[in-house]
Each structure stands twice: as C-alpha cells, then as structure tokens.
C-alpha cells in the first residue's frame, strides 16, 4: 500500500483548537497507553489485500449494516484497485468479527470539509478517508473497537499519516466513543447522510492520540498472537 509522498509540514501554530488540540490529545495518549497491555490475544487484524476476502467482507457488511448502507462486492473491487486504499480485516480466533478500510482524502469522499474547512485543506497530503467501520453486534466491545483502531492507525502511521476523518453513525454511539475516547472533533454533522435517512458526524482524529508500542513489543505481541493461532490450528483465509 502506498500514500503520497509530497507529504507537508504541518503549519506551526495551526491546529484545532477544540477536543483535538496538541494539549487535549496528550492526554489521551497517556490514558490509552494503558490499554495496550489489555488487547486479547484472541483479536488479530488481517490485511485487506486479496479479491478472496471479499466474501468474507460482504458478510460482515450484511451483518452490520441496513441494506441501504451496505458496501457490494464491486465496492470491495473497486478498493483493492486504488493505489491509496488500506483495510484491515479484524478476527476473534477463526471468526471474522469486522473489518476497517479507506483511502487517502479527496473530493469524492470529502468535499465539504475541502472546501470550507482550512485546516483540512492545508493538512491534507497527512490525512486518511476511512469510508467503513464495522464490528459483528455479538462481538462488539470497547477492547475490540480499540483493538481495531489501534492495529489501523499504526498501519496509517506506517505509511506517512497523521490524521484520520470519518462519517460515523450518531445513532450506534461510535461518534461519541471517537470523540471521548480518541479526542476526535466533530467537523459537521449531515443530517442525512447519503440519503440513508440517518445523521452522521464527519469526525476527524488526530493518530497521535493512539499509542503505537516500541518496536519490539509490537513485535513480541504480534508473534504472540501468531504462535496463539498456529496452536489452535488456526489459519488464514487461502487465497
């Protein structure tokens, strides 16, 4: 995967200055720190990168979403052909529980934030579109949500970004849980978004309010969690 390389300096003294401030996001670096050590090590996040997890992806779509708000195959095709996309796919032992991908900003994806909101505009190059968040309702639950979010924003980091932005559903809580949790800030609200009927906010998070774990012990977790599933048998989708 791969994101632009003409990456700007962020502005000195341009930041927001609300729930996603350089101030407000230290502090939640430091809260969240802590749940580092508490991720199970049942939960595992896949990379979305073979037309064979479409299926899987699908399902979980059905699973998640009302028919009207459901992504179909040709979406999930059409992601593994953009040069900017990432996804992860998140699983609990064999169970595929959700999933979590987008792409690099842009108008199709993101036009009224481009057009009326500066700081969007001039951080731009340093910010990632996630266009789904899904997590199966029976597995639903901080840890796994954090989890998640997580595993997505060191891979983000990885790759040259700062920032994530998202239209969120008000309505399963999760605007609330970028907010509190993440020190992600409300940009607007569309009170029916893509005519589904249902108001979302349009959030952005700062990923310095995610902890990502030295080196190693990202390292010793992931093959932790490796060796855990060659044990049980365990393995991943064939392609």
């Not at 949500?145 to 399963?172: C, D, P, Q, W």
């Not at 249902?198 to 969690?225: G, K, Q």
Request: net charge negative; proline share 5%.
């Amino acid at each position: 995967m791969q994101t632009h390389s003409n990456h700007k300096s962020p502005p000195q003294g341009n930041f927001l200055s609300t729930v996603c401030s350089p101030e407000k996001v230290a502090v939640k670096l430091t809260q969240n720190k802590k749940n580092l050590y508490r991720f199970p090590l049942d939960l595992f996040a896949e990379l979305i990168q073979f037309s064979s997890q479409i299926p899987t992806l699908v399902d979980i779509e059905e699973k998640c979403f009302p028919e009207l708000m459901q992504d179909q195959c040709h979406d999930f095709e059409d992601f593994l052909q953009d040069d900017f996309a990432s996804g992860l796919i998140l699983y609990r032992d064999q169970i595929p529980i959700g999933y979590m991908m987008g792409s690099h900003i842009h108008e199709e994806n993101s036009l009224r934030a481009l057009e009326s909101n500066e700081f969007i505009q001039e951080h731009q190059n340093q910010i990632f579109y996630i266009s789904s968040l899904a997590i199966i309702k029976e597995y639903r639950s901080i840890l796994a949500f954090e989890f998640l979010i997580h595993e997505m924003s060191t891979l983000l980091k990885s790759i040259g970004y700062e920032y994530f932005v998202a239209y969120v559903r008000k309505r399963n809580g999760l605007s609330r849980l970028l907010t509190r949790r993440l020190s992600g800030e409300v940009l607007h609200t569309d009170e029916n978004w893509e005519e589904t009927g249902e108001p979302f906010d349009y959030c952005l998070v700062n990923l310095a309010s995610i902890p990502t774990l030295p080196v190693y012990m990202d390292y010793m977790f992931h093959w932790l969690r490796v060796f855990r599933r060659r044990l049980k048998g365990i393995g991943h989708p064939q392609h």
